[in-house]
């Protein structure tokens, strides 16, 4: 039977003096350190952190995957809290036909006021950037045609997403750093 040789070494000689210490009890492993947020979860993890503050502060619990389910009443109250009661109060039509609508009040908004700092700047932004591909199909023109058309859109979409990111940062550091 050939004898097969793995490519390369399979641990680095400095991991091995690692484990090695610590398993004398000489040294521990020291913590692995999360990775760095890009700035997407940056965004979403200080947006998750604003709006559980703000449904704790009303006395209710964030949802999490894989919670019980609750009641219906809770979890309308939820949902009224996190996404805004009554009509909407922001609308945007696409030039495909469809409607996009937000609410104003809620957690929700609440986080994107604070993170973004124009909520319905944002969410005009935000929903005609998003859609870009759905209008260039509609309307059978290039993406590139159609973000031409919407540049100032594409602009303040970029402009608010980047204080978002700002915004995000500084409050996910204050949040690591001791008090």
């Not at 019980?68 to 109060?89: D, H, I, S």
């Not at 005609?128 to 309307?139: G, Q, R, T």
């Amino acid at each position: 039977m050939p004898s097969r040789s793995l490519p390369g070494p399979l641990v680095l000689p400095g991991a091995v003096l690692g484990v090695a210490l610590a398993l004398a009890g000489c040294a521990s492993p020291p913590a692995p350190a999360p990775p760095p947020l890009g700035d997407d979860d940056s965004v979403r993890a200080a947006q998750q952190l604003l709006t559980d503050r703000c449904l704790v502060r009303q006395g209710l619990t964030p949802p999490r995957p894989g919670q019980p389910p609750r009641g219906k009443q809770e979890q309308r109250e939820v949902a009224a809290a996190l996404f805004g009661a009554g009509e909407a109060e922001l609308t945007e039509e696409l030039p495909t036909g469809y409607v996009v609508r937000a609410h104003t009040d809620g957690c929700l908004a609440g986080a994107q006021r604070a993170l973004y700092g124009d909520q319905e700047r944002w969410f005009r932004a935000s929903t005609v950037v998003n859609n870009l591909k759905a209008i260039a199909a509609y309307e059978d023109r290039s993406l590139a045609a159609v973000r031409a058309d919407h540049r100032a859109d594409v602009t303040a979409h970029d402009r608010l997403r980047a204080h978002a990111v700002e915004r995000a940062t500084t409050l996910l550091d204050k949040e690591k750093s001791p008090s």
